[in-house]
């Protein structure tokens, strides 16, 4: 099996004229995790997301023909120089160059907002990531005059994976699956998939509660690093294909249930892979327990559906159906936000992907 996109195939460069692209591309949240990977961003277990539609990334391009013999590359966050990103982006930038040589013709200002607070702490490499292979792919298209072509989606999933893993799924919505999974033939570990779920499913709410704001101590590359020779790296990976086949037919279904049983396995399987690692870390606070204890008690005491799920940090993704949005948001006002740090929470939803931006 191949783990590079295939080159294009061409004989010559084509011309690339001046112009803007623009896009939008969600954050997304994965219920079944991807934790562990091998060659280049090959995941060890299939995962599954919603796609978020608040937390998002927009990226302008502005491109034309390079006019100097190493074509240039501007990048700037929130309308200021971003050298910080500078290096992760270059590299990222060369690997799709060997996929669309047009690139190193091509000079490249690059400018990216998010839609959350810096300080929020969500991780924004899926966001980030997938707007990006979105521009570059739009440009490197349009110079062969073939965007957009029905095919164009599955390859910037393909070209985003390579960016971050997590961000291959953002470029679909409301729910995408990376990675192969026997019970859907067209998976594929190369590029995510759109998948079809309950109407329910399309309403539910992500209330993203900001624990702690501080950049994680161990990344998340770091982390999928340290599954390899895992003492539970097998059974975990197990596991995740074994929570993904109980959770396909919940979300076509509607049983939030489940879905819900699942989403919390998955987040403290997560959490306890990094706190079994060598070397080990524990990234959750005392205050991502104390939510999850609340979150636990209201389901248990007030039967309303809510669960949670952990990303590689401190925060809780708090879940929960559109119809209970009322009862859920007055909680959350009364004994969630004074767990959160500064109050801070982000009240998300469920979306339906990326947007091109005029
Ligand atoms: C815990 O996609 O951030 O959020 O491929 O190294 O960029 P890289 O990792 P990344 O890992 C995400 C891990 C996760 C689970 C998930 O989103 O599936």
Same mark, same amino acid.
């Given at each position: 099996?191949?783990?590079?996109?295939?080159?294009?195939?061409?004989?010559?460069?084509?011309?690339?004229?001046?112009?803007?692209?623009?896009?939008?591309?969600?954050?997304?949240?994965?219920?079944?995790?991807?934790?562990?990977?091998?060659?280049?961003?090959?995941?060890?277990?299939?995962?599954?997301?919603?796609?978020?539609?608040?937390?998002?990334?927009?990226?302008?391009?502005?491109?034309?023909?390079?006019?100097?013999?190493?074509?240039?590359?501007?990048?700037?966050?929130?309308?200021?120089?971003?050298?910080?990103?500078?290096?992760?982006?270059?590299?990222?930038?060369?690997?799709?160059?060997?996929?669309?040589?047009?690139?190193?013709?091509?000079?490249?200002?690059?400018? *990216?907002?998010?839609?959350?607070?810096?300080?929020?702490?969500?991780?924004?490499? !899926? /966001? %980030?990531?997938? &707007?990006? $292979?979105?521009?570059?792919?739009?440009?490197?298209?349009?110079?062969?005059?073939?965007?957009?072509?029905?095919?164009?989606?599955?390859?910037?999933?393909?070209?985003?994976?390579?960016?971050?893993?997590?961000?291959?799924?953002?470029?679909?919505?409301?729910?995408?699956?990376?990675?192969?999974?026997?019970?859907?033939?067209?998976?594929?570990?190369?590029?995510?998939?759109?998948?079809?779920?309950?109407?329910?499913?399309?309403?539910?709410?992500?209330?993203?509660?900001?624990?702690?704001?501080?950049?994680?101590?161990? *990344?998340?590359?770091?982390?999928?690093?340290?599954?390899?020779?895992?003492?539970? !790296? /097998? %059974?975990?990976? &197990?596991? $995740?294909?074994?929570?993904?086949?109980?959770?396909?037919?919940?979300?076509?279904?509607?049983?939030?249930?489940?879905?819900?049983?699942?989403?919390?396995?998955?987040?403290?399987?997560?959490?306890?892979?990094?706190?079994?690692?060598?070397?080990?870390?524990?990234?959750?606070?005392?205050?991502?327990?104390?939510?999850?204890?609340?979150?636990?008690?209201?389901?248990?005491?007030?039967?309303?559906?809510?669960?949670?799920?952990?990303?590689?940090?401190?925060?809780?993704?708090?879940?929960?159906?559109?119809?209970?949005?009322?009862?859920?948001?007055?909680?959350?006002?009364?004994?969630?936000?004074?767990?959160?740090?500064?109050?801070?929470?982000?009240?998300?939803?469920?979306?339906?992907?990326?947007?091109?931006?005029?």
């Amino acid at each position: 099996m191949t783990t590079l996109p295939e080159r294009d195939d061409r004989k010559t460069t084509p011309a690339i004229q001046e112009g803007v692209v623009r896009w939008r591309s969600p954050s997304n949240i994965a219920i079944v995790k991807y934790w562990g990977k091998y060659g280049e961003q090959m995941p060890c277990n299939p995962s599954l997301s919603l796609t978020l539609s608040k937390a998002y990334t927009e990226t302008q391009i502005r491109f034309g023909p390079r006019k100097e013999e190493v074509p240039a590359r501007e990048f700037s966050f929130h309308g200021n120089p971003a050298p910080q990103f500078a290096r992760r982006i270059e590299s990222y930038l060369e690997r799709l160059a060997d996929v669309f040589p047009v690139i190193n013709e091509t000079d490249l200002h690059i400018d *990216s907002e998010n839609s959350f607070p810096h300080s929020a702490g969500i991780a924004s490499s !899926a /966001s %980030a990531m997938s &707007a990006l $292979a979105l521009g570059i792919g739009e440009i490197a298209y349009k110079a062969e005059s073939k965007f957009p072509d029905k095919a164009f989606m599955q390859r910037v999933s393909q070209l985003a994976r390579l960016g971050s893993g997590s961000a291959c799924r953002s470029v679909f919505g409301p729910a995408a699956l990376w990675g192969e999974a026997p019970e859907i033939p067209e998976s594929s570990q190369e590029y995510a998939i759109p998948v079809e779920i309950h109407s329910d499913f399309h309403r539910v709410c992500d209330t993203i509660l900001i624990v702690d704001d501080a950049a994680k101590a161990v *990344s998340s590359r770091a982390g999928h690093m340290l599954m390899e020779g895992h003492i539970f !790296a /097998s %059974a975990r990976f &197990a596991q $995740a294909r074994s929570n993904l086949k109980r959770l396909l037919p919940a979300l076509r279904n509607g049983d939030f249930e489940t879905f819900g049983r699942i989403a919390e396995d998955e987040a403290l399987t997560l959490h306890a892979m990094m706190m079994t690692s060598k070397p080990a870390y524990v990234l959750i606070k005392p205050n991502t327990l104390a939510i999850i204890e609340e979150i636990r008690k209201l389901r248990q005491e007030r039967k309303v559906p809510v669960c949670f799920t952990l990303d590689a940090g401190p925060n809780v993704h708090l879940l929960y159906p559109g119809s209970a949005k009322k009862v859920v948001e007055e909680w959350i006002g009364e004994t969630l936000m004074p767990l959160c740090k500064n109050g801070l929470l982000i009240h998300d939803r469920v979306g339906t992907g990326p947007e091109k931006l005029e």
